[in-house]
C-alpha cells in the first residue's frame, strides 16, 4: 500500500515538473506562421445629419495588394463590417502558445476607400500593426456629400 503511494506521489510531482518546465519552455519551443482574420465593423454616417448611410461600400488596397480586405455581412443595417487577413507567427512549447507577433507586411500602411453613389469617397489608412487591436470595435466615418449633389436651394430671383 505504501509504495502505491511513493508511486503516485512521484508520479504527480513529475507531471507537474513537466507541465512547469513546458510553461518555461525549458523543453524548446517551435514557430508556426497561421492565416488570421481581423474582422473591423465601420458605420458610415452622413457628414451634415449624422444619419446612417445605407447600400455603402469599401476598396482596400496596400503596395503591391489591390485587394487587401473583403466585407462581410453582418445583418445590422447601416453598418459595414471588413475582414482582413493577418499573418501571424505562434510561438508554442508542446502544451502551452508562449506568444505570438504580426508578420509585417511590404505595406506597412492599410489603405481603405468608403465608396457610395451619392458621396465622396474618403480614404482612411490603418497601420497594419495596429489592426488586432480595432479586432471587433466599432469605427464611425463621416461622409462628405459629393460635389454637386448639394440639395438645390429655392431660386429666389424667379419669384
Known sequence: M???YIVLIVTTLGFLLFLLGDYLAWFGTSKITVLDYVQVNFKMVDE??????????????QKENRNACSEVNNGIAGMLSL????????????????????????????????????????????MTKDLPSL?????????????????????????
Open 48 to 61: 451634415e445629419t449624422g444619419a446612417p448611410l445605407m447600400h455603402a461600400h469599401v476598396r482596400c488596397f
Open 2 to 4: 505504501r509504495n502505491t
Open 135 to 159: 479586432e471587433g470595435k466599432q469605427l464611425t466615418i463621416t461622409m462628405p456629400k459629393r460635389m454637386g449633389l448639394a440639395s438645390p436651394e429655392p431660386d429666389e430671383s424667379r419669384e
Open 83 to 126: 475582414k482582413i487577413p493577418i499573418h501571424k507567427i505562434i510561438t508554442h512549447s508542446h502544451i502551452f502558445k508562449q506568444g505570438e507577433e504580426l508578420v509585417d507586411t511590404e505595406d506597412p500602411m492599410l489603405h481603405i476607400m468608403f465608396i457610395h453613389s451619392d458621396y465622396a469617397s474618403p480614404v482612411e489608412s490603418i
